[in-house]
C-alpha cells in the first residue's frame, strides 16, 4: 500500500502525525520492529494511506 501510494516513509510519517525530524524512523520502526502494534497507529497509518484499519491486517 505504500508503493502504490507513492509517499516516501518520511512523507507518510509526517501525515501520520509524527514531527519531521523523526517521521522516517518512526514508520520504519512501525513497519519493521513492532511486532504488536497499538490500534492508534494502526488508525493513524490507516488514515494516511487513505484505508481502513481491517484493509492493514
Known sequence: ?????GMTLEELGIKMGYP??????????LFNKVKDPRLSSL??????????????L
Do not use: N
Not at 517521521?23 to 520504519?28: E, T
Not at 488508525?43 to 492493514?56: C, F, H, I, R
Open 1 to 5: 500500500m505504500l508503493k502504490d501510494s
Open 20 to 29: 519531521p525530524a523523526t517521521a522516517r524512523a518512526s514508520v520504519w520502526q
Open 43 to 56: 488508525e493513524s497509518l490507516a488514515d494516511a494511506l487513505g484505508v481502513k484499519v481491517k484493509d492493514l
